[in-house]
Nanobody, 124 residues
Framework: QVQLVESGGGLVQAGGSLRLSCAASGRTLGRYSVAWFRQAPGKEREFAAV????????FYADSVKGRFTISRANAKDTVFLQMNSLKPEDTAVYYC?????????????????WGQGTQVTVAS
């Protein structure tokens, strides 16, 4: 079992930055692909970014590409999401998710483990 805990959310002005962290316990993340998803009020959960465990390959949703950067510190079993140039439409609860596979997938139903989420609010 893998337990995931997100942190780093908060309130920020449009154009500002936040860095989210996803810390794992119970099992190392070293052989998992880890993704960030987000869910805004009244909307479906959507994919934001994913990082693989081989070579740190990454894939981003078009809506965040060029503004968000996903990275991982395997020695600390932690994955980060650096979010720059934030927009009000980035307001959502952000979740990290992990799956024991190599591929980079944006499908939420493929991930086995999920955190509780952290709220990000971007004020205009």
């Amino acid at each position: 079992q893998v337990q995931l805990v997100e942190s780093g959310g908060g309130l920020v002005q449009a154009g500002g930055s936040l860095r989210l962290s996803c810390a794992a316990s119970g099992r190392t993340l070293g052989r998992y692909s880890v993704a960030w998803f987000r869910q805004a009020p009244g909307k479906e959960r959507e994919f934001a970014a994913v990082i693989g465990w081989v070579g740190g390959n990454t894939f981003y949703a078009d809506s965040v590409k060029g503004r968000f950067t996903i990275s991982r510190a395997n020695a600390k079993d932690t994955v980060f999401l650096q979010m720059n140039s934030l927009k009000p439409e980035d307001t959502a609860v952000y979740y990290c998710a992990a799956g024991p596979f190599l591929r980079l997938t944006s499908r939420a139903d493929e991930y086995n483990y999920w955190g509780q989420g952290t709220q990000v609010t971007v004020a205009s």
